[in-house]
């Protein structure tokens, strides 16, 4: 019961106009594990079946599940540590010298899954900006499903173990039944919206720092280029880009240069107004 | 590097030290506190790690931690509580007493050898 | 007086499912599916005792071949191999799973004891005191396991006066 040729093509290609997520050819048996419990949802006999259905009346609802089914969500807290504690030591102290004059930083968590990377951006900076600072943090993801979890801010036991110091744990997060919620005053200093990075960006103020993780490794280069150019708009002259460890702007967009930060490496723009003299944005 | 592992359950102590192996630890077992007590006592070269339950015969972990911190010869020793005990209050308590970390149960593999990074036991983004 | 949370069925579910993922199919590839009750869930009884400010009994029964299969994944074996030590070390180690995970949703102050494993025989009642809260029976390969929250009716009855 494998995906029939026409039935792959119809779901890559849906996945491509909706996510710009690429499916290529070896992805079938990706493709059909996922939708699998997607069909039995819908009450479909089988993947088969249930493909049929939606191609002879398409319907959205059925296809943003297909969408959300294939995307990834694999995620953690301060997620290989590195570019979490480059922000901690080298990008915030350095921003704190240039932003004395409003004390506020802005960051951006985009495609940012269930919530885990913009919460432990607020934990990194909560711990970190001396008092009188303030910080506000944007979660976008393209998927409403992960958009809506992130924004009940609780997660299960297993969630909790991965990646998330016990110590900051008991800070920040009370029990709550079998979950973990976020502390309200946590809580309150992210916001989040649903976003695809590859439609045109909504005109939103710029930010100091952008985490930008584990998401442009499912885009072809053009798709990657676009995205990058348009996320630059949004960048402060002097702010930051952190990439996946095995995401890079190099061969794909030469405003970026890599410079390093801590034990990894992080990107900015090149044109960068000399510190100091940054704009007010 | 060298670990322990205390746990009254040989399956738990089993798939701790299959992941604590494929991480390229040398493993001792113990079934509870005082026997783990018993074993490092007698280990010339005591190891980096313990992993310990809570809830176990004779001896319990939260004892078996206030035991190894009073121990100048475990100073080193890094602690990580491995439990099923998830209250955070009970968190408080063991790490009042002194445990470094804090791995719930049930836990993945993947989880655990996070848990370690953080504890710069294993490079970061080490997997198995 | 506050209003004690007792775990609902909804919750030993969660607790379940993680087990799953964590221990019994980490590829995600094998769940438990449920069903309305597991009625042959009954070869081995695992459990263990709750005390403090809820009194009661967290078990995990199933047939011995679903008990085999466990303790299989486990201990990385084959069920063949499984001897009747791997059983209920393995079953009561899922019992203090699911109780101490349990315990933790209940008001601060109760303890959980180490786990208790039996080979019973159907239908045989180990509290005849206590009472039936909530049950979640599945099926795994097609071998049935049941997981259940009992609750001493002494504090029944104070709770309800
Ligand atoms: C692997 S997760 C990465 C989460 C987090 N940034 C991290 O590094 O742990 C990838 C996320 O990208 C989101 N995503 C995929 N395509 C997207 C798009 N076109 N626009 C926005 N988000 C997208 C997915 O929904 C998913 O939550």
Redesign the interface.
């Given at each position: 019961m494998t995906l029939s040729a026409a039935d792959f093509a119809f779901v890559s290609a849906l996945v491509r106009r909706e996510s710009s997520i690429v499916l290529g050819p070896g992805k079938e048996y990706l493709v059909e594990a996922r939708l699998i419990p997607v069909a039995r949802q819908t009450g479909a006999a089988s993947v088969a079946e249930f493909l049929a259905a939606i191609q002879r009346h398409p319907d959205p609802v059925g296809q943003s599940r297909i969408v959300d089914a294939l995307t990834t969500n694999e995620t953690s807290w301060f997620r290989d540590q590195d570019p979490f504690t480059a922000l901690t030591t080298q990008v915030l102290p350095e921003l704190i010298a240039n932003r004395a004059a409003n004390r506020h930083i802005r960051v951006w968590s985009a495609a940012c899954s269930s919530g885990q990377e913009p919460y432990s951006l607020a934990i990194a900076l909560r711990e970190t900006l001396p008092a009188g600072w303030t910080y506000e943090i944007l979660g976008t993801d393209i998927s409403g499903e992960m958009i809506e979890r992130a924004e009940r801010g609780e997660f299960s036991q297993v969630e909790v173990n991965r990646g998330l110091p016990v110590q900051k744990l008991v800070h920040n997060f009370e029990r709550v039944g079998a979950h973990w919620r976020v502390m309200p005053a946590l809580r309150r200093t992210v916001t989040f919206q649903r976003m695809n990075l590859t439609a045109p960006l909504p005109a939103l103020p710029p930010f100091d720092v952008i985490f930008l993780r584990n998401v442009l490794i499912y885009f072809d280069v053009e798709t990657k280029r676009s995205v990058l150019r348009s996320m630059g708009r949004l960048l402060r002259p002097d702010g930051w880009l952190f990439l996946g460890a095995a995401e890079t702007t190099i061969g794909v967009d030469d405003n970026y240069e890599r410079v390093v930060a801590g034990r990894t490496s992080a990107y900015r723009l090149r044109a960068a107004v000399p510190v100091g003299t940054a704009g007010k944005g | 590097m060298h670990a322990i592992v205390i746990d009254d359950s040989r399956a738990m102590r089993l798939i701790l030290r299959r992941i604590l192996g494929q991480l390229g630890f040398d493993v001792v077992e113990a079934e509870d506190g005082q026997a783990a007590l018993n074993v490092l006592e007698g280990m010339e070269q005591k190891p980096d790690l313990a992993l310990v339950d809570w809830n176990m015969p004779n001896m319990n972990g939260l004892e078996f931690v206030t035991a190894a911190r009073d121990n100048p010869q475990l100073r080193e020793m890094t602690l990580v509580m491995v439990t099923t005990e998830s209250e955070q209050s009970q968190i408080v308590r063991a790490l009042a007493a002194g445990a470094h970390e804090y791995v719930i149960k049930p836990f993945t593999s993947g989880a655990m050898v996070e848990k370690l990074a953080l504890l710069g036991l294993v490079p970061s983004g080490a997997s198995l | 007086m506050s209003v004690q949370?007792v775990?609902t069925v909804a919750?030993l579910n969660?607790?379940v499912e993680?087990?799953w993922?964590?221990?019994l199919d980490?590829e995600g590839v094998n769940p438990l599916i449920p069903v309305e009750s597991a009625a042959d869930a009954s070869d081995i009884h695992a459990s263990v005792s709750i005390t403090g400010s809820w009194h009661g009994h967290v078990v995990v029964a199933c047939s011995n071949a679903a008990g085999k299969l466990a303790?299989a994944a486990?201990?990385?074996m084959e069920p063949e191999e499984v001897t009747e030590a791997?059983l209920i070390?393995?079953l009561?180690?899922l019992a203090?799973?699911v109780?101490?995970?349990v315990?933790?949703?209940l008001p601060?102050g109760c303890f959980?004891s180490?786990p208790h494993v039996v080979s019973a025989p159907a239908q045989a009642n180990h509290w005849p005191a206590a009472v039936q809260v909530c049950e979640l029976a599945g099926l795994w390969s097609g071998e049935s396991i049941a997981f259940s929250m009992w609750q001493s009716r002494e504090l029944t009855g104070e709770a309800a006066a």
């Open positions: - | - | 949370y775990p919750d969660e607790i993680q087990v993922a964590s221990y980490p303790a486990f201990l990385a791997d070390d393995v009561g180690e203090n799973i109780g101490g995970n315990k933790s949703m601060a959980v180490l």
